[in-house]
């Protein structure tokens, strides 16, 4: 497969699935308990994997469960598989479509009252369940589930990405008065959004906005319906069969050459955009232009997403 490497679930709905505990085992390790509230920042590594961000999580007392840190995923996410090694039986699982990239259905369940932690810091109880083998195999890493959007409505998160590290702070706590660059979210609702301007290389200029996805590893995805609406050339010389991959399964990709992308005072040029061939159809995302991932992101020294308050903070590395 060529280049990116896309996860990205789009808008969940998890309706009444849902699993319950299975009576505890014999030597089962004991649970951790969870620090509800803090009055100082939780910092612990992530690992900086072909572009994904992993961090390890507590789930019911089991240390060392990887999981893709995903912005642009509606939900948090348990493998399947996962579940069934850590004794959470589904109620009930369902195929569904539409869940992200890609047409292929995908299995779907949900468990409740699971103690997950991070840093010693509970930070979710509810999980989606679904099948992550896919994206384990494409990616080369062992994924134990997602930690999606639900993290930035209950924290500020900030990644270090040159100390390869994530904070977790509460937004009652939170000021920021050092000298990055505030950009107020586009929308206020699932996913975190920002306006951008895009220009092709004819100078034609766009105005776009576009998610901010921790989980794509590309620089910028556009969106087919925008695409369209804003009339983008795309180089018909590119090979045409290049693809990227989504929960539900593999979707075909163009490629073009942009002038450049205009992120608040910052200016990235030139760069290579990937043009989905399928919109993800979500309400969430049908009016979007499309996503910046950890291609754009990675540029800077630290990302600071503040969506209690409305903002993402972009800072450099030249001004701390």
Do not use: W
């Amino acid at each position: 497969m060529a280049g990116c490497r896309l996860f990205q679930i789009g808008s969940l709905a998890l309706g009444a699935l849902v699993a319950a505990p299975l009576p505890a085992q014999s030597g089962a390790q004991p649970q951790v308990k969870a620090r509800l509230d803090v009055d100082k920042p939780v910092t612990v590594p992530f690992e900086y994997f072909n572009g994904h961000i992993f961090v390890l999580l507590n789930i019911n007392g089991s240390a060392g469960m990887p999981f893709l840190f995903d912005t642009g995923t509606s939900a948090d996410i348990l493998d399947l598989q996962t579940s069934q090694r850590l004794g959470l039986k589904p109620e009930k699982v369902t195929r569904q479509k539409n869940l992200g990239l890609g047409s292929d259905k995908v299995a779907m369940a949900a468990a409740k009252d699971v103690d997950v932690t991070m840093g010693g810091l509970y930070v979710a109880n509810t999980l989606a369940l679904l099948d992550l083998s896919g994206m384990q195999q494409v990616n080369g890493h062992r994924i134990d589930g997602i930690l999606g959007y639900p993290l930035l409505e209950r924290f500020v998160v900030a990644l270090d990405f040159a100390k390869r590290a994530i904070s977790l702070e509460p937004a009652k706590e939170f000021k920021y008065r050092g000298p990055g660059e505030v950009l107020p979210l586009a929308r206020k609702k699932y996913p975190a959004t920002v306006k951008v301007v895009l220009e092709t290389l004819d100078s034609r200029q766009h105005d776009a906005t576009v998610e901010v996805d921790t989980g794509a590893d590309a620089t910028l995805l556009i969106y087919s319906k925008y695409a369209e609406r804003a009339h983008l050339p795309q180089d018909p010389a590119k090979p045409q069969n290049d693809q990227v991959y989504g929960i539900g399964g593999f979707v075909r990709i163009h490629r073009a050459t942009l002038r450049y992308l205009g992120l608040g005072d910052t200016a990235f040029t030139p760069l290579t955009a990937l043009f989905l061939q399928t919109t993800p159809e979500t309400r969430a995302t049908r009016k979007l232009g499309g996503a910046i991932g950890t291609g754009i992101l990675a540029k800077y020294q630290r990302v600071i997403f503040d969506v209690p308050h409305l903002r993402i903070i972009f800072e450099h590395a030249s001004t701390r």
